[in-house]
């Protein structure tokens, strides 16, 4: 029983990293239509400069948290101003390719940059262990499901009782009648590019408080990406606690069938899915009329 506590526990942590990072993947979704690949990537480069402001000033938590999410947000609004506002009206395959392409480049700027060699981003008391009923859990794992926790919450308030979160569902639905009806476009796009660095950098940062910070961090975006396919690319909310579901899910399959069919078992989970709700667990189903 313990040890299936301490899978539950280590996979709600892990589960709340792609959590946020999938919650990133359907806020570009919403506004956009577009998916963006790059994802993983801007949160690899938000923990990289998160890392470089840490061991330069000495930071604490607290405040690499907030740098974390001032860089993200300036990530987001320099890629969606130079890389994504030239694809305003193009075809939506190409903006998705130009993500790709921004994927790569953001990959080798890292590596340009930051070297191939691991580091450790070192916080505070993050890697303290709190003690429950003979389980150890670390604080940073509680900062994560807490983080997740509370984006889950602002993006319910934003969409659901924001007049900005409203005009981002009708864009992602129909840009051109948006703009009819005076929505500007740019700016939603701008906006919503930002949260999802934001969202997607914070995650970063996580994850190489949790684990190290290595130019192999982009991968947890794709690892991340089931989440976003299992909640709904047009549910948000949904997104985040599919993140937590897969994350128990694959270890739950490491530790009890093999660990490696636990990198592939978010995946396998989607397939099974998606064959009975091709929407996902809290996407909506598109109804077309002709």
Same mark, same amino acid.
């Given at each position: 029983m313990q040890y299936f506590l301490e899978l539950v526990i280590s996979g709600l942590a892990v589960g709340a990293i792609y959590g946020l990072i999938a919650m990133a993947f359907s806020v570009i979704y919403k506004a956009t239509g577009i998916v963006n690949f790059a994802q993983g990537e801007i949160g690899m480069v938000v923990a990289y400069s998160a890392w470089t402001v840490s061991t330069t000033f000495g930071t604490g938590a607290f405040s690499v948290a907030i740098a974390a999410i001032l860089i993200g947000i300036a990530l987001g609004l320099l890629v969606e101003r130079l890389v994504m506002r030239p694809m305003l009206g193009e075809p939506v395959f190409s903006a998705? +390719?130009?993500?790709?392409? +921004?994927?790569?480049v953001l990959r080798s700027v890292v590596m340009i940059i930051w070297g191939a060699s691991p580091h450790r981003l070192d916080v505070g008391e993050a890697d303290a262990v709190i003690r429950v009923a003979d389980i150890g859990i670390r604080v940073s794992q509680v900062m994560v499901i807490v983080m997740l926790l509370v984006a889950i919450a602002g993006s319910w308030f934003f969409f659901k009782h924001s007049r900005f979160g409203i005009a981002m569902r009708a864009v992602a639905a129909d840009e051109k009648t948006s703009r +009819?009806?005076?929505v500007s476009t740019a700016k939603v796009q701008a906006v919503a590019w930002a949260a999802s660095s934001a969202l997607?950098?914070?995650?970063?940062? +996580?994850f190489a408080i949790i684990y190290n910070l290595s130019p192999t961090l982009y991968a947890v975006g794709m690892k991340a990406f089931p989440a976003t396919v299992l909640g709904g690319f047009d549910s948000v909310l949904g997104s985040g606690a599919s993140g937590l579901i897969i994350g128990v899910f694959e270890n739950l399959v490491g530790g009890y069938v093999s660990s490696t069919l636990k990198e592939v078992a978010g995946f396998l989970l989607i397939l099974v899915v998606l064959m009975v709700r091709p929407f996902g667990l809290f996407g909506e189903k598109e109804i077309e009329r002709v």
């Amino acid at each position: 029983m313990q040890y299936f506590l301490e899978l539950v526990i280590s996979g709600l942590a892990v589960g709340a990293i792609y959590g946020l990072i999938a919650m990133a993947f359907s806020v570009i979704y919403k506004a956009t239509g577009i998916v963006n690949f790059a994802q993983g990537e801007i949160g690899m480069v938000v923990a990289y400069s998160a890392w470089t402001v840490s061991t330069t000033f000495g930071t604490g938590a607290f405040s690499v948290a907030i740098a974390a999410i001032l860089i993200g947000i300036a990530l987001g609004l320099l890629v969606e101003r130079l890389v994504m506002r030239p694809m305003l009206g193009e075809p939506v395959f190409s903006a998705v +390719l130009v993500t790709v392409g +921004l994927a790569v480049v953001l990959r080798s700027v890292v590596m340009i940059i930051w070297g191939a060699s691991p580091h450790r981003l070192d916080v505070g008391e993050a890697d303290a262990v709190i003690r429950v009923a003979d389980i150890g859990i670390r604080v940073s794992q509680v900062m994560v499901i807490v983080m997740l926790l509370v984006a889950i919450a602002g993006s319910w308030f934003f969409f659901k009782h924001s007049r900005f979160g409203i005009a981002m569902r009708a864009v992602a639905a129909d840009e051109k009648t948006s703009r +009819l009806m005076g929505v500007s476009t740019a700016k939603v796009q701008a906006v919503a590019w930002a949260a999802s660095s934001a969202l997607a950098g914070i995650a970063g940062v +996580l994850f190489a408080i949790i684990y190290n910070l290595s130019p192999t961090l982009y991968a947890v975006g794709m690892k991340a990406f089931p989440a976003t396919v299992l909640g709904g690319f047009d549910s948000v909310l949904g997104s985040g606690a599919s993140g937590l579901i897969i994350g128990v899910f694959e270890n739950l399959v490491g530790g009890y069938v093999s660990s490696t069919l636990k990198e592939v078992a978010g995946f396998l989970l989607i397939l099974v899915v998606l064959m009975v709700r091709p929407f996902g667990l809290f996407g909506e189903k598109e109804i077309e009329r002709v």
